[in-house]
């Protein structure tokens, strides 16, 4: 069946049906993205730790939560753009979704 306005399978919409396997990414790319991040994470930690530790003393009781706050922040965000990265070089990234 098709729509008129979009000319796209309607099936797909409905519950018990899946998507078509390029339209989402498995399980092994999911992970193979966070644990770049987290290997990336980890070096940019290790390189940068005395930096972030002296950013981090001005802040005094909250200095180890910035420092964690900080790592956690850099690692979800390498891996959103290791995931969006990947999408892209695969063909299934469209900036309408």
Do not use: K, N
């Not at 922040?73 to 959103?80: D, H, I, K, Q, R």
């Amino acid at each position: 069946m098709t729509t008129p306005q979009s000319g796209a399978d309607a099936t797909y919409g409905r519950l018990g049906t899946e998507l078509p396997e390029q339209a989402h990414s498995g399980f092994v790319e999911y992970s193979v993205c966070g644990l770049g991040g987290l290997v990336l994470t980890v070096l940019l930690s290790f390189l940068f730790y005395a930096q972030l530790l002296a950013v981090a003393e001005s802040f005094e009781l909250l200095s180890s939560t910035l420092v964690v706050f900080v790592i956690l922040s850099v690692w979800v965000l390498l891996w959103v753009f290791f995931e969006a990265v990947w999408e892209w070089r695969a063909g299934r990234y469209s900036p309408g979704r």
